[in-house]
């Protein structure tokens, strides 16, 4: 069977001299988290955006379930995106206009889900956000702001999870919280990464690998 995830000799520079990444090699399968350490500026953001399908390396491929991401047309990528990727943006990316509920169901309302709204309630209900729900992004605090993204990324139910510093804006009781939760989705047989400089991250019982150079070592390996 392919890995859920693999990428191959993945290159990326913004500015075709240097380069942020350079060989990155993955390989995930179902059921497997990685966190993907690195100080600011490593690549770790651009290395998910990659592995999300939002962005495109100079060099290299990237696999979803054996499958050739870069080959799709734009229209088949979103769908990907759409049905089998969820994504936590580290700045969030919430839709303003929209309160939060009506954020959380987005994914839903793209794939005209007829489950939008019970799902969505759910959603709303796991993260404690049921007070919040009819607000709208602006006004609420960065973390819950960052609970709302959570929410939003687990709508569609993807087997492959990206999550970029997803307990950077949270204080200590709620981020054990978010992990535990992460490890609850790899244990349902979802592949997880998380991009993260949160020492709170490295209690995560899966292997860590640092950004550093460009290059994606694994733990212990090049150390400076
Ligand atoms: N759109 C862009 N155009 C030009 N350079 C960029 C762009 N995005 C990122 N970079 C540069 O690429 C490098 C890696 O950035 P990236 O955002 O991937 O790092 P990061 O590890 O996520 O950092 P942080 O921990 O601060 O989030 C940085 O030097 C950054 O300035
Ligand atoms: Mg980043």
């Known amino acids: 069977m392919p890995a859920l995830l693999e990428a191959r000799d993945l290159w990326k520079s913004y500015d075709g001299v240097d380069y942020v990444l350079r060989d990155v090699h993955l390989s995930l399968g179902a059921g497997e988290g990685l966190v993907v ?46 049905h089998e990727i969820g994504f936590v943006f580290q700045e969030h990316n919430l839709l303003e206009e929209l309160t939060v509920r009506q954020n959380v169901q987005l994914p839903l309302r793209l794939r005209r889900a007829h489950t939008m709204e019970a799902r969505g309630e759910e959603l709303l209900a796991r993260f404690s956000l049921e007070a919040l729900a009819d607000r709208r992004p602006p006004t609420l605090s960065v973390g819950e702001r960052q609970k709302v993204a959570v929410a939003r990324a687990l709508a569609n139910e993807p087997d492959l999870f990206l999550a970029d510093e ?22 349902e047989g979802r592949t997880v990464i998380l991009a993260s400089h949160d020492p709170l991250s490295r209690a995560l019982p899966w292997p860590v690998r640092r950004l550093q150079g460009g290059r994606l070592r694994s733990e212990g390996e090049g150390e400076e």
């Open 37 to 82: 350490w690195g100080r600011n500026g490593s690549g770790k953001t651009t290395l998910l955006n990659l592995l999300g399908g939002l962005d495109w390396p100079d060099r290299g491929e990237i696999f979803l379930r054996g499958r050739d991401v870069a080959g799709l047309t734009p229209r088949e990528r979103a769908a990907v995106r759409l």
């Open 166 to 187: 997803p307990t950077a804006s949270l204080d200590e009781e709620t981020a054990p919280d978010l992990l535990d939760l992460f490890e609850g989705l790899r244990a």
